[in-house]
């Protein structure tokens, strides 16, 4: 799985972090990656590491990485942070589009469809999460779909920003799991 998100320096990795986790305590196998529309290589500013560590999370070994299109090939599945950065992947690769969502967008529609069953693959799944979706998915930008960047933000806005972080990769690691 492959998380995208501006920079690879905020959103991506600490949702990453949080839905590796999550799938962890499941037992759910998975690899769980990020990356980034900027440059690599550039470390977490301290805003985000102290946010971070109040979810528990050391994200101080962290470096940006650049998303290119060896990456999205390479992924099973492709979230991003907001239909911007999915437009990305799929621009990268275009075979990407049916196993690119948001993550808010993908885990709404895992939840209208149902969790991913014990012995179904994840292929198969994501089959029954794109049924219907409209081709025009990741254009524009929603709310309902995009989780804002609080980079250069207060710290309330990262704790904010963050909450919702850990919340949906919950909801998401549920599905992913088939947990009822």
Not at 61 to 80: E, F, I, W, Y
Not at 88 to 100: E, K
Not at 101 to 128: I, M, P, Q
Request: charged share 25%; hydrophobic share 40%.
């Amino acid at each position: 799985m492959l998380l995208l998100c501006s920079a690879n320096l905020c959103r991506s990795p600490t949702a990453a972090a949080l839905l590796d986790r999550r799938l962890a305590q499941r037992h759910v196998g998975a690899t769980v990656t990020s990356a980034g529309m900027g440059p690599g290589g550039i470390a977490v500013p301290e805003s985000v590491l102290a946010a971070a560590r109040e979810l528990g999370l050391d994200l101080s070994a962290h470096r940006s990485r650049t998303v290119d299109a060896s990456l999205v090939a390479q992924a099973d599945l492709v979230l991003g942070l907001t239909r911007e950065h999915g437009r990305c992947a799929v621009g990268l690769d275009g075979t990407a589009w049916r196993r690119t969502f948001t993550l808010k967008e993908l885990t709404r529609r895992g939840l209208d469809v149902g969790a991913r069953g014990r012995h179904e693959s994840l292929g198969a799944w994501l089959d029954e999460i794109d049924y219907g979706r409209p081709a025009n998915a990741l254009l524009g930008a929603a709310r309902v779909d995009d989780v804002a960047d609080p980079i250069g933000q207060s710290p309330r806005v990262y704790k904010r920003t963050f909450r919702e972080l850990d919340r949906v990769t919950d909801q998401l690691a549920q599905l992913l799991a088939g947990d009822e």
